[in-house]
């Protein structure tokens, strides 16, 4: 048996419909004449088309001023529905995918995957690229689509206040894609110390197979490059020196991440991943488990630290969970409230020129904190800073 044509819904007043009886008496049977406000009548492309043309036609020659606006309402909003039967709107909304082309840029051979998803916020697709392409989601991240950045405005506080951002946790893909369905590039960086540039392609809508199961991961080549690495050059470099066992480094990165398959890269495995973090997103918004349901509260236990660098010129990474050890120890009240912590690190451009190393680091709670001034865990911060660290305990406070 064939299946049935698509039909698109359109909102129609009681006088609305009314009108719409009189033109096209074959559809009365389904416009619920008899009830009052505003109903949904779905209709398809063949019947929308008809209407619109019908009541286009009455609208000139309506006996009266009322029926002549209802006409040209009906006329109206078939056009508009119609609109939407066209490009993305072709698909209704419970079968339609999004399929984005995600590549790592500045890097050869590609890096690449090609995903499918419901739509969804642009967080959310921040979190299909990082299981697809196999991050870990332990830094910052930003889109760039038509010249507009989009964030999380609780990890960029700074940036939000200076209004360079939009929210990417209230912007849908329908926001943002074309609804004509054509192809859009737009840029999406990880990172913002390594700065992992991708490119990224909306390649269009496609229908939901009946049955199947979202988001997948289609396809993809080569493994994805490891955390904090250094960028693109410092991962060719992390390349070269595994490869060569004679490299002057090799034993140093073995040593730090084991053996590394720069060819290796498994689509199941990625659906697999990306499925567990939507599964674990849809447990959590059922059970009150996840904090961002339960609008929790953020404490900026870092607010914000540079200028303190190794001879590498990173930030040392034991010396940012010293001050968090610190700073919980200070306060075991929260600590047992603390769902999560969240370390951010980005690169600031210092008035002379040249960047220094910055980082965040915040905890989540589900609840209120009050009576926290961060003002007084300032000593913690200073001693870190200094050159006189001592044994590295901070004095205590009176």
Same mark, same amino acid.
């Given at each position: ?9 359109? !909102? ?10 009189? =033109? ?18 779905? *209709? ?103 010249? @507009? ?40 960086? +990880?990172? *913002?110390?390594? %700065? ?68 290796? *890269? ?8 990306? !499925?567990?973090?939507? @599964? ?18 953020? =404490? ?15 930030? %040392? ?42 980082? !965040?680091?915040? =905890? =989540? ?7 926290? $001034?961060?003002? @007084? ?5 200073? +001693? *870190?800073?200094?050159? $006189?660290?001592? $044994? ?7």
């Amino acid at each position: 048996m064939p299946d049935s044509p698509p039909h698109y819904p359109v !909102r129609l007043t009681q006088a609305q419909r009314k009108a719409l009886a009189e =033109i096209a008496p074959e559809l009365a049977d389904r416009l619920n004449l008899d009830e009052p406000d505003q109903r949904t009548m779905p *209709f398809t492309v063949a019947e929308l088309k008809v209407i619109r043309k019908q009541a286009a036609a009455s609208a000139c020659h309506a006996s009266t001023g009322m029926k002549r606006n209802s006409f040209r309402h009906v006329a109206d909003l078939t056009t508009q529905a119609l609109d939407r039967s066209q490009g993305i709107g072709a698909i209704q909304v419970t079968e339609r995918l999004y399929q984005f082309k995600i590549t790592l840029k500045d890097i050869a051979p590609a890096i690449w995957r090609r995903i499918q998803v419901k739509d969804c916020t642009l967080k959310k697709l921040h979190e299909h690229i990082q299981t697809a392409m196999g991050w870990t989601n332990s830094h910052l991240y930003g889109f760039k689509i038509n010249d @507009q950045e989009y964030g999380d405005p609780h990890l960029l506080d700074d940036e939000f206040a200076n209004g360079e951002f939009e929210d990417s946790t209230g912007t849908k893909l329908t926001d943002i894609l074309p609804r004509s369905g054509k192809r859009l590039r737009f840029e999406y960086e +990880y990172d *913002f110390g390594d %700065s992992w540039h991708h490119e990224v392609v909306f390649e269009g809508c496609l229908r939901a197979e009946r049955g199947g199961r979202y988001p997948v991961c289609v396809e993809g080549k080569r493994a994805c490059p490891l955390e904090d690495v250094g960028g693109t050059s410092g991962y060719e470099e992390y390349l070269e020196a595994m490869a060569d066992p004679d490299h002057e480094r090799h034993d140093e990165f073995m040593g730090w991440r084991g053996p590394f398959d720069p060819e290796a *890269f498994d689509p199941a495995k990625a659906t697999k991943a990306m !499925r567990r973090v939507k @599964q674990r997103t849809t447990n959590s918004a059922t059970t009150g488990d996840d904090s961002t349901q339960m609008n929790p509260k953020r =404490i900026t236990i870092i607010p914000c630290i540079h200028g303190k660098l190794t001879r590498d010129g990173k930030i %040392s990474e034991p010396d940012i969970y010293w001050i968090m050890e610190k700073w919980l120890e200070r306060h075991p009240d929260i600590k047992t409230r603390t769902q999560d912590i969240l370390v951010s690190r980005g690169t600031m451009t210092l008035p002379h020129g040249g960047k220094t190393d910055l980082i !965040r680091a915040t =905890i =989540i709670v589900g609840e209120d904190i009050e009576g926290y $001034d961060p003002a @007084q865990d300032l000593d913690l911060y200073e +001693y *870190f800073l200094s050159d $006189d660290q001592g $044994d590295r305990e901070p004095p205590q406070r009176s």
